[in-house]
């Protein structure tokens, strides 16, 4: 079930944003559409010859991705258009069925996307594998590459890569020379152009590459006078538009599931990326909603749709222009539809210009950008989660086969690989001392059940044994195993005791212990979780830890501080390492601040889910916010607040108080300070509570009504005060100077968070705070955060 959250949040009114109510166009949109304009021109030229599609298709196709798919499309910044990564699939349709038939798959296939999009499925898409993906391009950069090679030497294109790489010994043996040079020239300018030096080339940068490559090598061929084949569009008039199509049903059925499928996941992950870079952009200040990937699937689907009714290629979010779209200072969807308008120009006014482009530049330009696909990052990182294989397999499939074929097979690749590692389980036995030692390394599950219970029935009955588990996953079915081995070894006068790697003992009490605090198969199986023992005044006797005693010993405290450390290192800190890496390079960029009490129950990474670089943290005692020029202020909750606001520019700020705080119970047991003392309070527990004061006075006072929590009313005082403190120390947030501006100017906003110990629930304060009158006093009420249902239905 899926609830809805209402949460606390200071939002003055804001200026509207760039694109909004009344289409202002903003100048930096103007200049990021002319920037994409420039680079999608030639581009969409030569993705249509690389196709065999009518030139015209590809401006068709980019006037469409930028006006439909820029208006309706749930990307602001991303450019949609034809893309390479559709290239392949689009050539082997119009040799098979015709062009008038590809446009109506296209059709088919828009059709298609708006029907996933209702469904709400673009989520699931993200689910393929990194190496599939990857492969699946770099598969298409190579066929890309093979075929446009032929046309860079002068030749034709053969319908199969194979068939290319067959028939390129010969058109190596009889090069056209004027083909060549201007194919040579092309790639040339595209590679030397980023890297102009001086303050010349900073100048020559700001013209794209592709633009640069395609003028000088026209107007190089012009000067020569070569005579190359040329671009040539022909009158509208007689531009070629879809027909119903023809052929076998299941041939045409592929056909529609391949361009929706490739173009859908190829625009998703655009979406994604294009996310990261906007939140990586420093300039300019401008906030860009994060993609809806449902409402950009839909949109591709409209794009699609206009795109082939019209007979044009298919649309997909393509990566490069919306980069280009970023890095140019984009600010809404305006930058998008304004380069498909400029676009839309071009193609009926500029056709005589257009006419004058070598078929040998676009070629070259189509064939870098199919080299290109192979990103040497993407096999780097393949590489390094060991997926390298899916990788290859894919990308060798894609080229062999064709894409749609390719992918199955990556697919099932990748699942066979995952089995593997899933039932790589390695178990040892040995006998060292008279102790009996089994070593399970890997994942424990069902598979590897009938040898792990093999291994251990070979344990005598009455000996000592340790089991040591070396894994980060144990499910149902290995746990029981183990669990009742170890009862029935230990019933017949044997000892069993179940170690991590690094030696640190992992609880295993029977089933009726009461103490037990968490089960081995949890998450944080590997930390050494015991029974719950008595407190007493009685300091616990550490044999050997006397004089003369021998060897270093650990209390039982740093043993277990010196197991979790060791259980980091092996089986967190690979994972994070990467991460870690990029923050300790780029530095943090925080999201939020998260003011809560030092109390040791508040896991704040477990309650908000988040990871490294997500939460600026500040803990102390009562989560309080001494106010502004407060008699004994701590400058220190100040300085981060000031830090977070104004150095990090934190988006939000969150104070969360929690049930049986400590420090509200002792405001409660506090008595009231005199007014006429002059003398501080004698500790510095009594000095720092003092900040509290005011939230105990708001509970006190008739002028505010009573916290309700989800409904009810407060347990008990303590809750009460816990409730009215979180609510009392957003207004010392308030009267910060830096928190005031963020406020002011719309970019931050603060929430309110109880946090229920004993329930594992959250609360977020609700909307409206001191806007609902109940007998003349404002009323605050914290609701329950429920799971979706997708959360439920994982749990």
């Known amino acids: 079930m899926t609830a809805g959250v209402s949460t606390h949040t200071d939002r003055p009114a804001r200026p509207t944003p760039p694109g909004g109510p009344g289409f202002r166009i903003a100048g930096a949109d103007l200049s990021a559409s002319i920037a994409v304009f420039l680079i999608a021109l030639p581009l969409s030229l030569g993705i249509a010859l690389a196709t065999g599609a009518p030139l015209q298709a590809g401006l068709v196709a980019a006037a469409v991705g930028g006006l439909v798919v820029g208006r309706l499309g749930g990307a602001p910044l991303q450019v949609s258009g034809p893309a390479a990564g559709l290239t392949v699939v689009t050539a082997d349709l119009i040799q098979r069925y015709g062009w008038r038939t590809t446009c109506a798959i296209t059709v088919c296939a828009g059709l298609a996307q708006l029907g996933l999009a209702a469904l709400r499925v673009a989520r699931s898409a993200l689910a393929v594998s990194p190496a599939i993906v990857h492969g699946m391009l770099a598969g298409i950069g190579v066929t890309i590459a093979l075929a446009q090679l032929h046309i860079v030497l002068g030749g034709s294109p053969q319908s199969s890569a194979v068939a290319n790489v067959r028939g390129l010994p010969a058109q190596l043996a009889h090069p056209h020379p004027g083909a060549l040079s201007v194919s040579a020239l092309t790639v040339a300018v595209l590679l030397l152009w980023p890297r102009a030096p001086g303050r010349a080339g900073r100048a020559l940068r700001k013209i794209p590459a592709a633009l640069a490559a395609v003028t000088l090598s026209t107007t190089a061929a012009a000067l020569v006078g070569l005579r190359l084949e040329r671009v040539d569009l022909p009158s509208w008039s007689s531009h070629a538009m879809p027909e119903l199509p023809e052929g076998p049903v299941l041939g045409l059925l592929a056909a529609v599931l391949t361009i929706t499928l490739v173009g859908s996941v190829e625009s998703l992950l655009s979406a994604v990326a ?69 676009i839309a120009v071009a193609a009926l006014l500029l056709v005589p ?166 089960r081995p198969w949890a998450p944080w199986r590997n930390h050494h979780v015991a029974p719950a023992a008595p407190r007493s005044g009685a300091a616990a006797t550490v044999p050997g830890a006397g004089p003369g005693g021998g060897g270093t010993v650990r209390s039982p405290g740093g043993r277990q501080l010196a197991s979790g450390l060791g259980s980091f290192q092996r089986d967190t800190a690979p994972l994070v390492r990467g991460e870690l890496a990029r923050l300790a390079r780029e530095g943090q960029r925080p999201s939020q601040l998260f003011l809560t009490c030092a109390d040791s129950r508040l896991v704040t990474s477990m309650i908000t889910s988040s990871g490294p670089g997500d939460l600026f943290t500040v803990r102390n005692v009562g989560n309080l916010v001494p106010p502004p020029g407060a008699n004994g202020a701590d400058d220190s909750v100040a300085a981060a607040i000031e830090y977070a606001v104004d150095v990090l520019r934190v988006e939000s700020i969150t104070v969360c108080g929690h049930s049986g705080c400590g420090a509200m119970q002792a405001l409660l047991n506090t008595p009231e300070p005199d007014a006429g003392s002059a003398h501080p309070p004698p500790t510095p527990l009594a000095r720092w509570l003092r900040h509290g004061q005011p939230s105990l006075a708001r509970m006190r006072s008739r002028q505010h009504a009573w916290a309700r929590i989800s409904g009810r009313l407060p347990a008990d005082a303590v809750e009460q005060l816990c409730l009215t403190n979180v609510v009392q120390q957003l207004e010392h947030l308030r009267a910060h100077d830096a928190v005031a501006r963020g406020l002011a100017e719309g970019r931050l906003e603060l929430h309110g968070m109880y946090f229920h110990v004993g329930e594992a629930q959250a609360y977020l304060l609700a909307d409206g705070v001191g806007t609902g009158a109940v007998a003349a006093r404002d009323e605050e009420v914290f609701n329950r955060v429920a799971p979706t249902a997708r959360e439920e239905s994982r749990a």
């Not at 990261?276 to 952009?281: D, I, M, S, Y």
């Not at 007979?311 to 979010?317: C, E, I, K, R, S």
Request: proline share 4%; aromatic share 4%.
């Open 274 to 342: 294009v996310d990261k870079l906007v939140a990586a952009r420093k300039t300019p200040g401008v906030r860009i909603p994060r993609a809806r990937l449902d409402r950009e699937l839909a949109g591709q689907g409209a794009g699609n749709l206009v795109s082939g009714a019209l007979g044009g290629l298919p649309v997909t979010g393509v990566a490069v222009r919306s980069a280009a779209n970023v890095a140019a200072g984009g600010v809404s969807r305006n930058s998008t539809m304004l380069h498909g308008l400029w």
């Open 353 to 518: 210009v257009l006419d004058l482009i070598p078929l040998a530049a676009l070629a070259a330009l189509v064939m870098v950008v199919g080299v290109q696909m192979v990103n040497i990052t993407h096999l780097r990182s393949v590489r390094r989660n060991r997926e390298l294989l899916v990788y290859a397999v894919t990308l060798t499939a894609v080229v062999f086969t064709g894409v749609l074929e390719g992918v199955v097979i990556g697919i099932a690749v990748a699942v066979a690989v995952a089995l593997h590692r899933l039932t790589r389980t390695r178990i040892t036995v040995e006998e060292r001392d008279g102790v009996h030692r089994v070593c399970a390394r890997g994942q424990l599950t069902f598979l590897a059940v009938p040898r792990l219970s093999r291994m251990l029935h070979q344990i005598p009955q009455d000996a000592r044994c340790v089991v040591e588990l070396d894994g980060s996953f144990m499910d149902h079915a290995a746990y029981e195993a183990l669990h009742d081995w170890r009862t029935a070894h230990v019933a017949q006068g044997g000892t069993a005791q179940f170690t991590g790697r690094t030696g640190g003992s992992i609880a295993e009490p029977p089933s009726d212990e009461p103490h037990v605090r968490c």
